[in-house]
């Protein structure tokens, strides 16, 4: 047997297995028929179960759904065939329903009606609950005027005097629900991909990115752009949804990095298109260490000024005052190495001063010995006009 019809035949076995339906799951299914009290669903699978016709009627007593119709109803009882609800998901359950709510775990729907000391009064099924701040969301620090008018799912997580003193919990409910999309979200997380994420947190040296399932991954403040970024906040805030490149997948996928400026152009790709040695360019003074000025000759685009290319002034650090950072002007480009992303300039105040050594240097060449450029042109400043 050919492995396709391996395939078939395995596909086939396995959709001749009845479904497993469980007590408290959420399922979508389809209006079959209507018997005298209650209604026939199609919940796939050769399945199919029953809910009370009531539930699925305005408060007119006139039917809501017709044959062919989607529901979504829970699953309150596997004993003798399987019954669907409506009432939990939909905040009419009673008193008796809530208790068996609580005792199965089910999820029931709740309305967010106010910000009461310590979290928030939830309205379910005519009953006052109390959610506490932490167990509203998975997200902490949001604010409260978010949640308030909002219906969400929750679980009880206390029932006590005969319900009327209900604790319940939405987090619990999000933290299964993001357990069961992790899995799927690792799985397109792999070196290369570009995904869309939201970003969950700015810090100094970076921001993590939510991809997912509660999966994060950081991109860090030296992948966010070619050029310098002194504050990642400016570039990116929280909430935000930014596209990124997996770069690498680590410890089993416990440390992921992430890239933004992949997804631009590189400015060194091309360098060589735009600049050439012996050209004078005006450029930036971003950053004065103790070797030399780095100066920005384009966003993307740093040179360094070594110290050794400055004219000699007696002292050894009284180079550094010929220039100050945020100072514009004009550098010649002395050397040009683009798979090192590395480019020299020198400081060309004396434009007239270049031209001179650029002829010297010219004229010079058959017999001039091996020796740095830039020792050649801090020697030609530095020789008396005649």
Known sequence: MSDENEDFAAMFEASLKPKRF????????????FGTDVAFIDIGGKGEATIDLAELKDEDGDLEVKVGDRIQATIVSTTGGITLSRKLLRGAANARQLEDAFQSGLP???????????????????????????????????????????VYQFRITEYKEGGRSLVVSRRV???????????????????GAVLTGRVASVREFGAFIEL??????????????????????????????????????EDDGKKISLGLKQLLTDPWS??????????????RVT?????????????????????????????????????????SAPFEILTIEPDKKR???????????VREYQAREEAAKPAEGIGSLADKLRGALSQPKK
Request: proline fraction near 3%.
């Open 108 to 150: 029931v729907e709740g309305k967010v009606e106010a910000e009461v000391k310590g979290g928030y009064e939830v309205r379910i099924a005519g009953q006052r609950a109390f959610c506490p701040f932490s167990q509203i969301d998975i997200r902490r620090g949001t604010e409260p005027a978010t949640h308030i008018g909002q």
């Open 343 to 353: 480019i020299g300039v020198a400081l060309a105040l004396h434009k007239q001063d």
């Open 287 to 327: 950053r004065i260490t103790d070797f030399g000025a780095f100066v920005e000759l384009e966003p993307g685009i740093e040179a360094l000024a070594h110290v050794s290319t400055f004219a000699p002034t007696g002292r050894a650090d009284a180079w550094a005052k010929q220039v100050s950072i945020g100072m």
């Open 212 to 249: 997912g399932g509660g999966v994060q991954g950081l991109l860090h403040v030296s992948e966010m752009s070619w050029t310098r970024v002194a504050d990642p906040s400016q570039l990116v805030k929280p909430d935000e949804q930014v596209t990124v490149k997996v770069l690498r997948v």
């Open 22 to 33: 469980e007590k408290g799951q959420t399922l979508n299914g389809v209006v079959v028929g």
């Open 270 to 283: 091309n360098l060589e298109d735009r600049y050439e040695v012996g050209d004078i360019r005006t450029a």
């Open 173 to 191: 409910l999000l933290e299964a629900e993001q357990k069961a999309q992790e899995a799927e979200a690792r799985k397109a997380i792999v070196v």
